[in-house]
């Protein structure tokens, strides 16, 4: 399960670039299409981001037995949720 985690949580990184080079073309060619094809994309991802958020707080609390464990208690984490928000208030 927490190798799937991590698979998941570099498939949401991945997406979000592959979103970013959809908008740079974007911004460099002015094409509708490819404006819309990138927001769809940053959807997808942040799909998967919250997907990832919450299989990672299911890891913390099933499989490490850390009751009080939330996916925002280190920096990584914090950054990643951070980056969440950011994604989802961009879509919003």
Excluded: C
């Amino acid at each position: 399960m927490e190798n799937f985690e991590k698979y998941l949580f570099n498939s949401v990184y991945f997406t979000y670039t592959v979103s970013m080079v959809f908008y740079l073309a974007y911004g460099f060619t002015k094409k509708e299409s490819l404006g819309r094809i990138a927001f769809i994309i940053v959807m997808l991802a942040g799909l998967m981001h919250g997907s990832d958020l919450a299989l990672r707080a299911y890891v913390g609390h099933a499989l490490h037995g850390l009751k009080w464990y939330v996916p925002w208690s280190n920096w990584f984490e914090s950054f990643s949720l951070f980056a969440f928000m950011i994604g989802t208030t961009f879509v919003g």
